[in-house]
């Protein structure tokens, strides 16, 4: 049985991500919590009165030392704990760096590194939301915003290092 969590004071927290490839290998940053360590696509939440796109361009900054150009939509996910106690929607777009030709640790003090990522590391890196078969389907047949809706991402297990 679930166990039953107030909602009426919560709302779903809505993160943007970036999906940058180059060449054979995406952009990521890892984020370190205590003794646990984990991959994602570079981003962050949304201020209250920011777009999407505006965040995005913050967080790309904060998180990387870069600036992009936002493009298309690609996928939307939603990651929602199975005792309701989290509700993460994220939106995922294309994007293209306009300024900073390297990738750099930014101001975030939570990302602990900043990089390029394999396809092959791809496969077995502890990414959240858990989206590392799509992640490879996009690098092998290329992203397009026909990905769409992915459903709920939760990711039940602990995050290991």
């Not at 990387?64 to 939307?76: C, K, P, R």
């Not at 590392?132 to 092998?140: D, S, V």
């Amino acid at each position: 049985m679930l166990k039953s969590v107030n909602t009426s004071q919560k709302a779903p927290r809505i993160r943007v991500a970036a999906i940058i490839q180059h060449e054979d290998s995406l952009l990521m940053v890892r984020h370190q919590k205590g003794d646990s360590s984990y991959w994602l696509l570079p981003g962050g939440g949304v201020d209250y009165g920011e777009t999407l796109q505006q965040a995005l361009v913050r967080e790309l900054k904060e998180e990387a030392s870069v600036t992009i150009e936002v493009g298309d939509l690609l996928m939307l996910s939603d990651s929602i704990g199975p005792d309701n106690s989290r509700h993460l929607v994220q939106c995922a777009f294309s994007a293209t760096i306009v300024d900073g030709d390297e990738v750099v640790l930014g101001i975030d003090p939570r990302v602990v590194e900043a990089r390029y990522v394999s396809r092959d590391e791809l496969k077995s890196l502890p990414i959240h939301p858990p989206l590392n078969a799509e992640l490879l389907e996009g690098l092998k047949e290329g992203f397009t915003a026909s990905m769409g809706y992915l459903g709920n991402r939760w990711l039940d297990r602990p995050v290991e290092s």
